[in-house]
């Protein structure tokens, strides 16, 4: 079985230059989570999906960062435009959600972004 | 809200050596709580997890935590470290009642020396 895939798994931009992340998730499995990790720290929650729609997004930075699941299946983050502090690895995790979801949560390898 | 506090960002121990990586939690629920593993370069791994069962759980590669409630702690030991058992370990717990999501603490990064 594939696991979750990501892309790209690094990125250098210059500072307001625009950047997309995109994330497939394991098949059947309907929630999607999109994590940022600064360097030393853990990963923090930025958006949540059930299928195409997004039930959390309360931490996502809403002027620059934007996300998508168009048809509920792949994802796609973009930030418009880079700032300095940025500079993390964002994380694209899947599980199977609803009453089985107790926190069973499957990574895809991440997507290293340098702002410069 | 739930959340976790991992004492101790960086854990050095001989090859062969217990392993004990401390996490304490915070919650106005039953927990349900983990240990992920993420080596470099990569992304998280379940290692285990706690989900009101037996007290004592069992992960991969020979780790295992104790729930002990009076302590609010999920400590993650190991026997004896193994030189790949060198990587940065994340306690986390599930946000409930709505909020279904993993809340990390800020890891430890656990280094085995030769």
């Known amino acids: 079985e594939a696991g979750v895939v990501q892309s790209p798994r690094y990125k250098i931009i210059e500072k307001k230059q625009p950047v997309a992340f995109w994330c497939n998730p394991i098949?059947?499995?309907?929630?999607l989570y999109w994590y940022r990790q600064n360097l030393g720290q853990g990963p923090e929650l930025l958006i949540r999906y059930e299928n195409e729609e997004a039930v959390d997004d309360s931490q996502l930075p809403k002027d620059r960062f934007s996300a998508e699941r168009l048809k509920g299946v792949d994802s796609t983050l973009k930030i418009q435009p880079a700032e300095l502090g940025d500079s993390a690895v964002y994380l694209c995790a899947s599980s199977s959600g609803g009453a089985r979801n107790t926190g069973e949560l499957f990574f895809g390898e991440g997507s290293r972004l340098t702002v410069l | 809200a739930q959340s976790v506090t991992q004492l101790g960002s960086h854990v050095s121990v001989s090859e062969g050596a217990l392993v004990l990586l401390r996490c304490n939690y915070s919650?106005?629920?039953?927990?349900?709580l983990f240990w992920y593993v993420q080596y470099p370069n990569q992304g998280l791994q379940l290692l285990l997890k706690?989900?009101?069962?037996?007290?004592l759980v069992k992960g991969i590669n020979g780790f295992e935590a104790e729930f002990k409630k009076s302590e609010t702690s999920f400590h993650l030991t190991k026997p004896s470290a193994h030189m790949s058992d060198a990587a940065e370990y994340f306690c986390?717990?599930?946000?409930?009642?709505?909020?279904?999501?993993?809340?990390f603490g800020k890891g430890t990064k656990l280094t085995v020396n030769p």
């Open positions: 098949s059947g499995h309907n929630t």
């Open positions: 986390a717990v599930w946000g409930q009642g709505g909020s279904e999501k993993l809340v």
């Open positions: 706690y989900t009101s069962a037996a007290t």
């Open positions: 919650s106005s629920v039953p927990p349900y």
